[in-house]
């Protein structure tokens, strides 16, 4: 495993950095077209909500998110790719963006493209961001699996299954399993995938974090439902449940744009059920989730973005620099193979 990353990737500014722009453009334009016709239903159910629950729910809701950053870097880390702080940051939110395109995939496809401006291969980063989705499912399983007794009876009844999936991705986590689960998916793909031994350490790392990003989303859907009557632990375990399942059924809906939808039925159903909430307090809340979490994607993808643009503008400054150092003073001013510094 190496401890710094590899040299970045020169910017190319060729076809590639249109399409990029143009799937930015088309996530960002389907996010939109959900979210503003419903936007007198937003305003309602923001208007349920004070100032401290929307704006404590966004910001452990952001806390989630980089919950999960830090499950996906534990893999990359284990698969030999320790990226620097800011460069990981910026190769994981950038490429969430698309998860509001139609399909699981994009954000995946994403990370490949964007990984070789910072030395990671196509093939290491596919393998990485799947392994990511798998150890992000079985935390959700094991945490839905934990809770769904104390969601409802009903609930309990109609998704007794996910018990029965726990020691199944236990046992699927492993790394010897993981290869193999790997080999299988390259044969059936008829697509190279990279052949990478993870250490336990590694999963177990990611499989926690994973799992803590699952209770955070739960603390933040219990925080939007304490100003409608729904307060205290339990509402958190509740709630922790509820989101779990939900994500799961939102993204086997892998045809709607990050689920959009399919998650708010589940999770609708679910607090009506188990909260003893109304069926319209229940839809503002999963709704206010859906938007603080949209809006979560959004500002990460934009902060990681202007760090990126600065990046390449201060990389730029340093070459022209360096060019203007190297004026006048012959072949001689860089040895190949030897630092010019």
Sequence with gaps: MTDTA?????RRHGPGRWVRAALVVVALALCIAFLLPRAGEIGESFSRQTPLSLGGSFVVGALAAYATFLSWRALL??????????????LFFVSQIGKYIPGSIWPIVAQADLGRRHGVPATRSVTVGLLTLLVSCAAGVCVAAATLPFVSADALGRYWYVLLLVPVVLVALHPAVLRFALRTASRLLRRE???????????????????VAWLLFGLHVALLAGPLGAAGPSTIVLATGSYALAWLVGFLVFFLPAGLGGREVVLTTLLTNAAGLDLEDAVSIALASRVLLSLVDVVAFAVTSLAERRRGHRRTDAGDDASGDDVGHGPSAAVPGRSAS
Aim: proline residues 13%; without cysteine.
């Design 6 to 10: 590899p040299p970045a990737t020169p």
């Design 77 to 90: 880390a284990g698969a030999g790719h320790r990226l620097p702080g800011g460069a990981a940051r910026r």
């Design 193 to 211: 995938l990279a052949e990478v031994r993870l250490p336990l350490r590694s999963v177990v790392v990611a499989f926690v974090l994973a799992a």
